[in-house]
Antibody
Framework: QVQLQESGPGLVKPSETLSLTCTVS????????WSWIRQPPGKGLEWIGY???????NYNPSLKSRVTISVDTSKNQFSLKLSSVTAADTAVYYCARAYYDILTDYYYGMDVWGQGTTVTVSS | EIVLTQSPGTLSLSPGERATLSCRASQSVSSSYLAWYQQKPGQAPRLLIY???SRATGIPDRFSGSGSGTDFTLTISRLEPEDFAVYYCQQYGSSPPALTFGGGTKVEIK
């Protein structure tokens, strides 16, 4: 079955750029929305943004100025870059697969998640 | 931007009891766009319900979802020990595009 695995540095310095990659295995990256979600320690889930396999993106307005999500279909990977990080960006970062059927206008939820990777912003 | 408010923040119940969790949207949401997730400590969230009332693959039938418009409910008919966790609702927004989560409800053992 499809599995997702996040990878990237666990420690990022303030003002630098956080970079994470999610590798999709066991299936194709086509026809889905690929999302990044984060969870600060002891807090709830925050959607960061998603990319459709074709490359179109949508971002959380609160993070939009600092976020870039890209996809590499040849490697079955998608990536997150978050610039100018501060301690408030310390969180567990998850990647997840979501499916929205445009023909039936139906959202099937985020059915596959990575295990999450902890990113700490500290000097 | 639609805001999802979940209540209560914490629900203290005993195994075998019924749990009723609420998710209220700041404006009307299509039932086709509403999902629920379960998250246990140290784990990624797991999809429970999509389309407000359809159970995801492998989800026991003690979990059910209902609602429309601005008010949605997740019901766990009889709590099993493994059901004590945090539950989140989520909506897919098309205008503006977004995948907003509610703040979560923790179901804890009484």
């Amino acid at each position: 079955q499809v599995q997702l695995q996040e990878s990237g540095p666990g420690l990022v310095k303030p003002s630098e750029t956080l970079s994470l990659t999610c590798t999709v295995s066991g299936g194709s990256i086509s026809s889905y929305y690929w999302s990044w979600i984060r969870q600060p320690p002891g807090k709830g889930l925050e959607w960061i943004g998603y990319i459709y396999y074709s490359g179109s993106t949508n971002y959380n307005p609160s993070l939009k100025s600092r976020v870039t999500i890209s996809v590499d279909t040849s490697k079955n990977q998608f990536s997150l870059k978050l610039s100018s990080v501060t301690a408030a960006d310390t969180a567990v970062y998850y990647c997840a697969r979501a499916y929205y059927d445009i023909l039936t206008d139906y959202y099937y939820g985020m059915d596959v998640w990575g295990q999450g990777t902890t990113v700490t912003v500290s000097s | 931007e639609i805001v999802l408010t979940q209540s209560p923040g914490t629900l203290s119940l005993s195994p075998g009891e019924r749990a009723t969790l609420s998710c209220r949207a700041s404006q009307s949401v299509s039932s086709s766009y509403l999902a629920w997730y379960q998250q246990k400590p140290g784990q990624a969230p797991r999809l429970l319900i999509y389309g407000a009332s359809s159970r995801a693959t492998g989800i026991p039938d003690r979990f059910s979802g209902s609602g429309s418009g601005t008010d949605f409910t997740l019901t766990i008919s009889r709590l099993e020990p493994e059901d004590f966790a945090v539950y989140y609702c989520q909506q897919y927004g098309s205008s503006p595009p977004a995948l907003t989560f509610g703040g979560g409800t923790k179901v804890e053992i009484k």
